[in-house]
DNA sequence: AGACCTGTTAGAATAGTTCTAATTCCTTCT
DNA sequence: AGAAGGAATTAGAACTATTCTAACAGGTCT
């Protein structure tokens, strides 16, 4: 579903940084196997095609690439950080049975009814909604 | 608004606990400061009544309380677990500006329109509401 | 009083992440 | 092309928040 093709370099470029080939296969690897991997996940499978990467690169790139916006990041109470390349707003169900997340869809009128609970004087540049339960 | 005076000591007896002086002294510095504190924090300020409390023992007096319902557990990105003795439906409201927190009240139509976004076999036993801004 | 169980304690251990300093790699500039 | 300078990468140390471990204390029940 509807993510662009690629606009990493432009990204990049906008915010005057260089495209490397880390930062190439992190963020691909990411748009390949969205199931919010860590960044020692992604440590492990940027490895397969670079491996002579570091974490503290994994770790470098995955913070340039939400300051890009071009990755989200989800923590899911004190476990490690998550990466998700899906930038529609969206909401994530976590399975506890499982340890999967989901993205959930999040209509605007929702998002809209969200915000409206704020009283004046509350600006919020960000929503986060998270679902922890089970799934059939 | 309205919690009620103090089921600690019932609380504790239902799932079979002491009542002991340090989950008295912790809950009640919750109670006495409801501005979502670290646990080193509760640690600081149980430390002027029980001077000889150790950190370990705030750790699990809060997680007794957390497993008791009588404290909400509250993470905001990677920052150290904050607690949370306001037990209706609320969201949080994460000034950046200032670090602090507010509780935002939560009417149930909202929760309930949230709960909607939900797919069929999609089961939440919780959901988590936050909001990052700044505040006038 | 003795046995037992719950809770507390100090300190060690762990996990995830960030920091540091050294090195490598581009990109200009001449 | 060669040199200078900045950006990015790297390995490993450091750090923070939390959990674990093992010993000890305190209350309870016979």
Redesign the interface.
Known sequence: MGNLPEPLAQRLADSGLRTTPQREIVYHVLLGKRDHPTAEEVFARVKTDLPTISLATVYNCLETLVTCNLVR?V?F??GP?RYCPNLEPH?H?HD?ATGKT?D????PA?LD???????P????????????????
Chains 1, 2 share one sequence.
């Not at 959930?104 to 209509?107: A, N, S, V």
């Open positions: 990041q923590n109470e004190r950080t909401a169900f506890e989901h959930i869809e999040l209509p929702v009814h969200v915000k409206s609970v704020l009283p004087g509350f600006d919020a540049r960000s929503v986060e909604i998270t679902f922890r339960g089970s799934k059939r």
